[in-house]
């Protein structure tokens, strides 16, 4: 059982650069997220989708893009990466339209640095 | 302003001490409170949740409490094993049509053999 899938686990890039975090579920949930944890601050709402087609904005939104073409995946796009986006970035899911009060299921994390 | 302060920030304890982790909340209006479990490198995974009407919940060596009117809630971990490091979070859901998670900043638990 995967779960919640996210790719790369790791990666570091040049500031200005594009980059798109991957994240595939196969448990069918409706709801999906994208968290980034950062030291002091815990973690911190990117964007999130109720269900496939639909997007939202979280608590941090601002350089960050997100699509939901279909169910499964939830690829999460920095158009232009800058430093302050150095995070470990979570993707998790929940089986609730109403998904805020759902159980939620989190990915292993991808760690990125912004040079 | 929707808070969730957890304390103590840090702690350290002997293998097989109980401890006890705080969550105070400020939260309205109230759905239910969640404590997830994060080991180091890997991503939160729920222990418990406490709904409104629930004052304690157990999962094995884990002891979720819940006092709605003080709108504090505790987990309570018996006889820790070396396993049990990792930082525990709490997150409170709102209740109503713009549901949302107010996550704490977690405290970390290092048991030492």
């Known amino acids: 059982i995967a779960g919640i899938t996210q790719a790369p686990t790791s990666q570091i890039l040049a500031a200005g650069r594009r980059m798109t975090l991957r994240c595939t579920q196969d448990?069918?949930?409706?709801?999906m997220y994208w968290y980034r944890q950062d030291l002091g601050l815990g973690l911190r709402l990117i964007h999130y989708s109720n269900t496939a087609g639909t997007t939202g904005k979280g608590e941090v939104p601002d350089g960050y893009s997100v699509s939901r073409a279909n169910t499964d995946d939830f690829p999460l796009t920095l158009a232009s990466a800058v430093p302050s986006q150095t995070s470990v970035y979570f993707c998790?899911?929940?089986?609730?339209?109403?998904?805020?009060?759902?159980?939620?299921?989190f990915g292993e994390g991808s760690r990125l640095t912004v040079l | 302003k929707n808070q969730v302060e957890q304390s103590p920030q840090s702690l350290i304890i002997l293998e097989g001490k109980n401890c006890t982790l705080q969550c105070n909340y400020t939260v309205s209006p109230f759905s239910n409170l969640r404590w997830y479990k994060q080991d180091t490198g890997r991503g939160p995974v729920s222990l418990t949740i406490?709904?409104?009407s629930e004052n304690t919940k157990s999962n094995g060596r884990y002891t979720a409490t819940l006092d709605a009117d003080t709108k504090q809630s505790s987990l309570h971990i018996t006889a820790s094993q070396l396993s049990d490091s990792a930082s525990y979070i709490c997150v409170v859901s709102t209740a109503g049509n713009n549901r949302k998670l107010i996550w704490g900043l977690g405290t970390s638990l290092a048991v030492n053999p």
């Open positions: 448990m069918r949930h409706n709801a």
């Open positions: 406490m709904t409104f």
């Open positions: 998790a899911s929940s089986d609730s339209t109403r998904g805020d009060t759902g159980e939620l299921f």
